[in-house]
């Protein structure tokens, strides 16, 4: 019995060192962007797809894969992800080019895929309803410890031990975590019987969503090309619609969308991605490009942020155990609007504590929103449907993330041209005098606009009703 009443904090220490290496890469990439466009001499293009093309393996994969841990096991796909990751991460650091560079992120993004589908329903299996924020909680704040590392590290590895250092930095970790995952981890999940796995609906759904970011992702979104890819995404992705309605087990649940809890959850969550995840990029842009600071005092500049986010992770988890996740997640994304309209107000002549300000007001949104908008979600779905519930609500989340980048480029474009905003950001050098006050207005420009975007998602956040109270399971002993 003891083994059992633990095993919540074997599954949380496992993902836990998932969710640690994962954002230790994300962070180091972000950081060190402009030092390995400058490396490996990359175009802007490449450091769209470094930073992009990982978060878009990682979208188009999550529903199928999450659907293939309800019906088959979520651990063996998980240790499976670890090791993916981490073969991924020593072919980015032997890359020579950046087109190289670009594919073996998208093995890491597979890898990361199967990480991220299965780690969040590994720990919604393993907890009680009464104490699921907590778990969550707990692993965001994993989450942001990785990111404080990974903005100290990239600053002191960079420069010390050249840019595949970031990359070799997961191998040991990657290697620790897929022995005692496999050692650990055990399958308590209950599997559906006589459920069959659905290969139409998967495949057309995978084609329909690559499709469409494609489309909005690589090259001008408004041009006729584009256009006509955008379009056939949509009417491939009408037609998986069509189909899933048809299945008696799809891919796709979309019957999960009639919970109120789910449905709402989820589209705020798409809306503050879309206008959040451009964050890191823009502020390193702004920390490096236009203040002139190193990689090493950029990175530190943005630990008070991730320091905030660390220590108020699982207090707010733990919040909305008890109260639920409507109010906490709905001030949160008060907070990140107020971040991005505020950082859209710095200029070169900022001072440092104007700077902080912003930060912190981003470490604070983010803390008070994600673990009760996630612990929401998937308190609000059957057992037997965590794994897709966990795949579709990373999809929208991580489609969010992957149009981020290049939609804040598009808002930076609408202030100054493609070509030049392109020169800039590759060769990593300092703005000169005269193009700096319209590279400083791009850069606001995209933040307010972002802003607003995270103010309308207060509508669904606010409307999606109270979280049931949960009730204590006294016979459930994980």
């Known amino acids: 019995m003891k083994m059992k009443m633990d095993y919540k904090w074997v599954a949380l220490s496992v993902t836990t060192i998932g969710v640690f290496m994962s954002s230790l890469d994300s962070n180091i990439v972000v950081i060190g962007l402009p030092t390995i466009l400058q490396k490996l001499n990359a175009s802007i293009v490449h450091g769209i797809w470094i930073i992009t093309g990982y978060a878009l393996m990682t979208a188009i994969l999550l529903v199928v894969l999450g659907r293939l841990a309800d019906l088959y096991g979520r651990v063996r796909l998980y240790n499976l992800g670890f090791a993916i990751f981490t073969v991924g991460s020593l072919f980015c650091a032997l890359s020579r080019t950046g087109t190289e560079l670009v594919i073996f992120r998208f093995l890491q993004g597979a890898g990361a895929a199967l990480l991220t589908a299965n780690s969040v329903a590994i720990i919604t299996d393993a ?194 155990d008890r109260y639920g996740g409507r109010v906490l997640s709905s001030v949160g994304l008060v907070l990140n609007a107020s971040a991005l309209i505020w950082f859209s107000t710095l200029n070169q002549n900022s001072t440092l504590s104007a700077v902080i300000v912003s930060l912190m007001l981003f470490g604070f949104g983010r803390a008070l929103f994600m673990p009760p908008n996630t612990s929401s979600i998937m308190g609000s779905v059957p057992a037997e449907k965590r794994g897709v519930a966990n795949g579709i609500r990373m999809t929208l989340n991580m489609t969010g993330g992957v149009l981020s980048v290049p939609f804040s480029l598009l808002l930076m474009t609408l202030v100054m041209p493609y070509n030049r905003l392109s020169q800039i950001v590759g060769s990593s050098q300092l703005i000169s005098s005269n193009e700096l006050p319209m590279f400083l207005k791009a850069i606001n420009h995209a933040c307010l606009i972002l802003g607003i975007i995270v103010l309308v998602a207060i509508i669904p956040s606010l409307l999606r009703g109270p979280q049931e109270k949960p009730v204590a399971n006294t016979k459930k002993s994980w």
């Open 127 to 320: 907890f009680p309803k009464e104490e699921l924020g907590m778990g969550l909680g707990t692993n965001m704040m994993a989450m942001n410890l990785g990111a404080i590392v990974g903005l100290t590290l990239g600053g002191i590895m960079i420069p010390t031990f050249g840019w595949q250092s970031i990359f070799l930095i997961n191998i040991p970790i990657g290697i620790f975590g897929t022995v005692w995952g496999t050692l650990r981890l055990k399958e308590i999940s209950i599997k559906p019987v006589g459920q069959k796995f659905d290969y139409t609906g998967a495949l057309l759904y995978c084609i329909g969503l690559t499709t469409i970011l494609l489309a909005l992702a690589v090259g001008d979104p408004l041009s006729l090309r584009n256009l006509l890819i955008l379009g056939g995404g949509i009417a491939i992705f009408v037609a998986v619609i069509f189909v899933e309605l048809r299945q008696k087990f799809p891919t796709l649940d979309l019957a999960l969308f009639k919970i109120r809890l789910f449905a709402a959850g989820n589209l705020a969550s798409f809306l503050n991605s879309l206008a959040f995840s451009c964050g890191p990029f823009l502020r390193s842009l702004f920390l490096q490009l236009v203040l002139g600071y190193s990689t090493l005092k950029a990175g530190l500049i943005l630990i008070p942020m991730e320091a905030i986010v660390f220590v108020l992770s699982p207090i707010s988890g733990r919040l909305s």
